[in-house]
């Protein structure tokens, strides 16, 4: 596959912004302040960031057993679609209802979007999809999976066809990843160069970090870098996520805790009366009941803030599995109010 060619003539054309790092004595090169703060022991307050988040790529190389230049982060992965949509442009494919952000982010950039209704089991409508590929001949494809709002992962032989049969770039979220219990497509990144990978580690304890990564073929992970800001993760950010990522006993037991409670959450929902709960792989769970509105109006005023999804899914909510106690001050206010 020519990757060169999928990317806008504008990106193809462009160098990376070069940050060199040069051993000194003296660093008086980028018109920083010789005074820091000293918040933080190891990091100078007064130096801007590793541009290149070497450390935190070394790290998150090493637990997936990739290598750095297949790693790309970002401030968040909402900077990463930024990034995709600018370097590769429309028309940009997604299913729908799924994460907001693609449809956005896309349009924000003056990109065409192609958005195709999921089949009624919320997986991937394959006919629509692949006719709308023929048509628009889509550069970009993002499939949230486990989905955002649904709660499930999308068929992984639909996904490897939809990676074979596109001529664009497949952009799997797997956002919520570390909950499913499916393998997820890392392993396939060795067949197909057009297939990139999304994570973050805002779904597993680390939202105010702000760090999201893509995983790929080092020649997609090149041109997107192209359009990347020089400084976009900051040194704080870099500094504490090695840090979590290495207590890897914390981060596991955390997982495990949102997965079992998750299991508990949906045996209770689908024994209360006049609730319809979805499978879910992820950290939350859609339910339908027959009057949204005063379900999430009545559960507020208990103190309760869940997601209500008119709009997205009609009669449908979507409540995020907290802890034991959040999730009980949660079931009981739901009968409550039923
Ligand atoms: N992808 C999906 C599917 C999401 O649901 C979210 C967060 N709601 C994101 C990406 C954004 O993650 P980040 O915090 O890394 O920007």
Known sequence: ???????????????????????CRVKLDANESPYGFSFFK???????????????KTTLAKQLKLKSKNILVGNGSDELIYYLVTTFGGAVLYPTPTFSMYGIISKALGEKTIEIPLDPSFDLNMKKILDAIKKHKPKLLFLSSPNNPTGN????????????????????????????????????????????????????????????????????????????LPFNLNSISQALAVRALKDKKQMRSAISSIVSE????????????????????????????????????????KGVLIRNMKGVINGCLRVTVGSKKENDIFLRALREVL
């Open 1 to 23: 596959m020519n990757i060169r060619a999928l990317v806008k003539p504008n990106v193809r054309r462009l160098s990376a912004y070069e940050a060199k790092e040069i051993p």
């Open 42 to 56: 190891n990091i100078p307050t007064n130096r801007y960031p590793d541009p290149e988040a070497k450390e935190l």
């Open 153 to 228: 992962c999308f068929s992984t032989e639909r996904i490897l066809m939809l990676i074979e049969k596109s001529k664009g770039i497949v952009v799997v979220d797997e956002a919520y990843q570390p909950f499913s219990s499916e393998r997820g497509f890392i392993p396939f990144l060795k067949d197909y160069k057009n297939l990139l990978i999304m994570r973050t580690l805002s779904k597993i304890g680390l939202a105010a970090l702000r760090v999201g990564f893509l995983i790929g073929d080092e020649e997609v992970i090149n041109e997107v870098n192209k359009v990347r």
């Open 262 to 301: 998750r299991e508990r959450l949906s045996k209770e929902l689908a024994e209360i009366k006049g609730v319809m709960a979805y499978p879910s792989e992820a950290n939350f769970i859609l339910f339908k009941v027959k009057n949204p509105e005063k379900v999430y109006a009545g559960l507020l005023k």
